[in-house]
């Protein structure tokens, strides 16, 4: 799946107002057969998403019409738990860009970062301004500035900054991965291997 570039995004968001989701509650344990990153977005959240008898649950978020967009926003600790780099292909796969919350595993935020999809950690007040805000009004949008490593509440201009590490923000704002990375920096690798002996 290529990484796409991030750099400023506008859009409505997804609330999931709980705090604590582990990666088995982002992607099932039972989902983690295949190793194509295609398809994870189908069982996000899947045991919250649907019943014993496999019907969607009208009430949870990603059920409900009345929520699009392509930020999601968890409670505090978003992505504790197990390790697993499939949690970050299910919210990509899903066609989230951003995940906000006042505190993310250091695991899943390196994995999903891994993944072309940004962390944004703020903190506890400004996600909780954010949560009424969405629930004031579902059709609410939300500005990401990556540049500026900013985000803000479009109608109330309020706005936080937050922490990226340095090297991601370059990957995410040229769409790299790790290799596409090296691969940019041939020249500069070639011209230093030239002064070595």
């Known amino acids: 799946m290529p990484i796409e570039k991030i750099n400023t995004i506008v859009s409505r968001a997804v609330p999931i107002p709980i705090e604590e989701i ?14 194509d990153k295609i398809g994870f977005g189908d069982n996000l959240f899947r045991d919250w998403r649907y019943d ?13 019409a009345k929520y699009t967009g ?10 504790c738990g197990s390790s697993r780099e499939h949690a970050a292909w299910a919210i990509a ?18 994995n999903v970062l891994n993944n072309g999809v940004l962390p944004v950690q703020i903190s506890e007040s400004f996600l909780s301004e954010i949560f009424r805000e969405i629930e ?10 990556l540049p500026n490593q900013t985000f803000t509440i479009i109608s109330s201009g309020k706005s936080e ?3 990226i590490n340095p090297y991601k923000k370059d990957c995410l704002l040229n769409g790299f991965d790790d ?3 090296l691969i940019n920096k041939l020249p500069e690798i070639e011209e230093f291997e030239k002064t070595r002996k």
């Not at 014993?52 to 409900?64: G, V, Y």
């Not at 004031?136 to 500035?145: I, T």
């Open 70 to 79: 392509s930020i999601l926003v968890g409670g505090k600790n978003f992505g």
């Open 22 to 35: 582990d990666t088995d509650q982002i992607i099932p344990a039972r989902f983690l057969k295949a190793t």
């Open 52 to 64: 014993n008898n496999n019907q969607p649950i009208p009430s949870f978020p990603l059920n409900d």
């Open 136 to 145: 004031h009004n579902n059709e609410a949008e939300f500005k990401l500035d």
């Open 179 to 181: 290799i596409d990375y």
């Open 93 to 110: 796969d899903y066609g989230f860009r951003v995940v906000v919350s006042s505190f993310f595993a250091d695991i899943f935020k390196n």
């Open 161 to 163: 900054s937050f922490d």
